[in-house]
C-alpha cells in the first residue's frame, strides 16, 4: 500500500517508519511539509502525489494547553482533519483518523464499545470528537481508530518520565483512581496495518490488551527497570489538579478489533518490557 501519513514527526508517526516502512511506501509529512490547518498548504503539498489510504495522526494531544488554547486545539484536531478528509474524498483514499478514548466521559464501569455515547469532559475530547465528526462528513471511506495512554520513540510519553525520574532517584506521586489501557505506539502501527488490509471502516478501537492504573502502569515500569525499591506513592486525582479533567474510567473494548482480525494485541506489560528494552538498547549505541 501507499500511505500519506501525517504527524510523521510524533511517537505514532515514527512507529508507522520503523513497522511498516519495508513493507509499504510511505509518504511522510511532518511540520516541514504543510500547516494541515490551512487547507492551500495541503492542496499544494499533495500535488502530484497518489496514495491508497491518509493515516491522520496529527494532532495536538497536550490535554493541559488544549485548554488554555482552544482555538488552536480545534483547529489541529478538527479543521486540519476536515482538510485530510477533502484530501482524501478527492483521491479516492481511504482517511484513516487516530482518535482517543477521552471522547468519553469517563463514567463507565466497563470497557467502552465502539457504539457507546460519547461525552468529552475537556477540551482536547471535545476537539478530537470534532475531528471524528469532521471525518464521518468529509465523504471519503474512512476508519476511526481510537487508542489510550500511547507511548514509544519519538515523543514526550509516561514511560519516559517515569524511567527518567526513577533514574534520578526522585520520589514519585501517581493517580491511582484513573484507569485505562497502555498502548505501544508499535503495536497501534501494526493494528493500523490490519484494519487497513482487511477493509475495515467505521469506527474501532485498538489498545494493547488489559488495563491498569498509572500507579500500576509506573510500578510495572520500575519493576521492568529492577529499581526494586522505588518510592512511588499512590494518590487521588483530588492531590494532583491538573487543568484538563482526565476521564476517571477509560479502557476501551478491543472486542471488534478481535472479531475484524482474529488477534488480540499483546499484553501491555509485555509492551513495556519490549519497548524499555529497545529503549535501552538505543542509548548504548548512542554512547
Avoid at 486545539?73 to 482538510?83: G, I, L, P, Q, V
Avoid at 510500578?219 to 529492577?226: D, F, N, P, T
Amino acid at each position: 500500500m501507499r500511505l500519506l501519513v501525517t504527524g510523521a514527526n510524533g511517537i505514532l508517526g515514527h512507529a508507522i517508519a520503523e513497522r511498516l516502512g519495508d513493507s509499504h511506501t510511505l509518504l511522510l509529512w511532518g511540520r516541514e511539509e504543510a500547516d494541515l490547518t490551512d487547507a492551500a498548504q495541503v492542496e499544494v503539498a499533495a500535488r502530484g502525489l497518489t496514495f491508497d489510504a491518509v493515516v491522520h495522526a496529527a494532532a495536538m494531544t497536550d490535554v493541559d494547553r488544549c485548554e488554555s488554547e482552544s482555538d488552536l486545539a480545534f483547529r489541529s484536531n478538527r479543521d486540519a482533519t476536515r482538510h485530510m478528509g477533502a484530501l482524501a474524498r478527492e483521491r479516492g483514499a481511504t482517511l484513516v483518523y487516530v482518535s482517543s478514548d477521552y471522547v468519553f466521559d469517563g463514567t463507565k464501569a466497563s470497557p467502552y464499545l465502539e457504539e457507546d455515547p460519547t461525552g468529552p469532559r475537556s477540551v482536547y475530547g471535545r476537539s478530537k470528537l470534532a475531528g471524528e465528526e469532521a471525518v464521518a462528513a468529509s465523504g471519503a471511506p474512512y476508519l476511526i481508530v481510537r487508542t489510550s495512554w500511547l507511548f514509544g520513540a519519538g515523543g514526550r510519553n509516561f514511560v519516559d518520565t517515569i524511567a527518567g525520574k526513577l533514574a534520578q532517584g526522585a520520589p514519585l506521586r501517581v493517580v491511582v483512581d484513573q484507569r485505562g489501557s497502555p498502548t505501544y505506539a508499535r503495536d497501534l502501527a501494526h493494528a493500523i496495518e490490519l484494519l487497513l488490509r482487511r477493509g475495515a471502516q467505521g469506527i474501532v478501537h485498538a489498545t494493547n490488551s488489559g488495563q491498569t492504573t498509572w500507579y500500576g502502569f509506573a510500578r510495572e515500569i520500575a519493576g521492568v527497570l529492577g529499581v526494586t525499591h522505588a518510592d512511588i506513592t499512590p494518590v487521588a486525582t483530588e492531590e494532583f489538579p491538573r487543568p484538563a479533567p482526565r476521564p476517571r474510567y477509560s479502557v476501551l473494548s478491543g472486542a471488534r478489533f478481535r472479531a475484524l482480525t482474529g488477534e488480540n494485541l499483546r499484553p501491555w506489560e509485555e509492551a513495556v518490557r519490549h519497548y524499555l528494552t529497545a529503549r535501552s538498547s538505543a542509548t548504548a549505541e548512542a554512547r
